[in-house]
């Protein structure tokens, strides 16, 4: 997973329910230094919660993304940010930064 050019990470899920799944790799997914280089936002909902998990993200483009994590999957996340952020890595090339 590309994650030069992500600015922001925000999830709220329910760390005890299965359809958190995908917030939950997709955060094990961020490098080690991602707390220095992005903001990242974790609301962990109550066990007993019924409220759904969901992950928004932007990008230095200003672009933002949110996704319902209960109908997407974890492949069909990541693709998506790959896709974008391949999309930018070109644009910075171009610009020959």
């Known amino acids: 997973m ?4 992500l600015t922001g990470v925000s999830t709220k899920f329910n760390p005890f329910s299965p359809r958190a799944k995908v917030c939950r790799i997709f955060l094990a ?6 707390r220095r280089t992005m903001q990242v936002k974790t609301k962990l909902l109550p066990r ?5 998990s969901s992950l928004a993200l ?8 949110a996704f319902d994590t209960e109908k997407w999957g974890i492949k069909d996340v990541m693709e998506e940010v790959d896709r974008h952020s391949r999309g ?3 644009k ?5 930064n």
Request: cysteine-free; aromatic content about 6%.
């Open 2 to 5: 590309i994650t030069k050019f």
């Open 29 to 34: 997914q961020m490098p080690p230094d991602a």
């Open 48 to 52: 007993t919660s019924e409220e759904g």
């Open 58 to 65: 932007k990008f230095s483009d200003g672009k933002e993304m």
């Open 88 to 90: 930018l890595q070109r």
């Open 92 to 96: 910075q090339d171009l610009k020959g």
